[in-house]
């Protein structure tokens, strides 16, 4: 009796299922097969992980990270780690050492710092130090670690300006994330009316959009972004100069998306919910609008999470050339920019660390793209 009584407990389940699979939304499914990729769901995880690591930057921070905020005491420091014990015995709370800095003879009189081995700096949590506004509204002065009154910690070391790399790394990659969100948005409503109109008229509008798609494709990205540096004024400050790159990168980003949508809307057209839809007077935005794109949806997404990659890597790209954003502001390229030099690799591995940061949010990206568009898929449970 109890074996009859698990076997329908296991078909009532089943029949469960499949009436959940049979009426779930095109959401519901793609989020159920994406959850069913382990490695897109670690590189969402990591990327959410990055999100608000850059959104709560400022209070992840335990300095300034700009000019303000210098150690002139630390310049070009290497990282400092908090340990629990040394040979001076155990401690129950975390701790660095104090340092010294002065010329030596052996570094052909270059600023030497030493660690003094004698004086702990014990790590503190929740201090008080510069003011900034989290979230960009809430004023705040709270950080969430910092040492001792008299000293400094460095987790990521710093520059050769005594600035701390890993608040600027952390600042960094919120700058990156933004002008990407703003260059993808950009192109994603040009993307929406080109393509949309190109794929829903067709005739002549749709021959005269797809020339002046095929213009965009053509131009060459580095070519165009150093014949407008040589125009950008010098005078610009870091806000106009992050907003141009956006727009720039928004208005080059649109004709791969607008394609796909064109593609798209040439196909479902013909469809009778369309024509229905004209008959009963509709207008062709609205059908475009609450009809033809809603059934694209789930795939705009997946080109908008593969277009973010793109324009992050875009923008360091090109201010890593010092063709985009430039010191003092923090983002990914212009830290990456220090990387350049020989004497950052044989003496300050630690001006690295950005770069990391870069490769892992860009794969993050990449790999959360992959397993949208095959979740996205209807038939990318065949091919594997």
């Known amino acids: 009796m109890a074996f009859l009584t698990r076997q329908a407990t296991v078909v009532e389940v089943d029949q469960k299922a499949k009436e ?10 793609i989020w159920a097969r994406f959850k069913g990729n382990r490695t897109a769901m670690i590189a969402a995880w990591a990327l959410i992980l990055m999100i608000l690591m850059g959104l709560f ?92 009154q008299g000293g400094k910690i460095h987790l990521f070391g710093t520059d050769a300006s005594g600035k701390d790399i890993f608040g600027r790394t952390l600042h960094a990659i ?5 002008v990407g969100t703003l260059g993808v948005l950009i192109s994603f409503v040009l993307a929406l009316i080109i393509g949309g109109v190109a794929g829903y008229f067709g005739g002549w509008i749709d021959s005269v959009l797809q020339m002046i798609t095929d213009a965009i494709r053509t131009v060459p990205s580095i070519p165009l972004f150093m014949a407008l540096a040589a ?35 040439l196909t479902e057209r013909t469809q009778e919910y369309v024509l229905a839809a004209e008959l009963s007077g509709a207008s062709a935005g609205h059908i475009i609008r609450r009809h033809l794109l809603p059934s694209f949806t789930s795939y705009i997404i997946v080109d908008l999470m593969i277009s973010f990659p793109y324009m992050v890597r875009s923008e360091t790209a090109l201010s890593f050339i010092g063709l985009g954003l430039k010191d003092p502001v923090n983002s990914l390229g212009a830290l990456m920019q220090n990387v350049s030099k020989a004497d950052v690799l044989l003496n300050y591995q630690w001006y690295f660390i950005p770069v990391i940061f870069f490769v892992a949010l860009v794969l993050a990206f990449v790999f959360v793209g992959d397993g949208l568009r095959d979740a996205a898929d209807p038939y990318s449970d065949t091919k594997k």
């Open 20 to 29: 959940a699979y049979f009426t779930a939304s095109q959401g519901q499914l």
């Open 57 to 148: 930057a400022p209070f992840l921070s335990p300095y300034n990270p700009t000019i303000a905020g210098r150690d002139a005491a630390y310049e070009n420091g290497a990282p400092q780690i908090p340990k629990f014990w040394d040979e001076n015995g155990f401690s129950a709370r975390p701790f660095i050492y104090a340092t010294e800095r002065e010329r030596s003879i052996k570094t052909n009189f270059r600023w030497v710092v030493t660690e003094n081995r004698d004086k702990r700096l014990y790590l503190r949590f929740f201090v008080r130090d510069w003011n900034y506004k989290l979230l960009g509204f809430i004023p705040s002065n709270v950080h969430l670690f910092g040492v001792d």
């Open 174 to 178: 919120w700058t990156s994330l933004a």
């Open 231 to 265: 125009f950008m004024p010098d005078h610009w400050s870091s806000e106009t100069r992050f907003f141009f790159i956006s727009i720039i990168l928004g208005l080059i980003g649109w004709p791969t998306l607008a394609r796909r949508i064109r593609t798209h809307l």
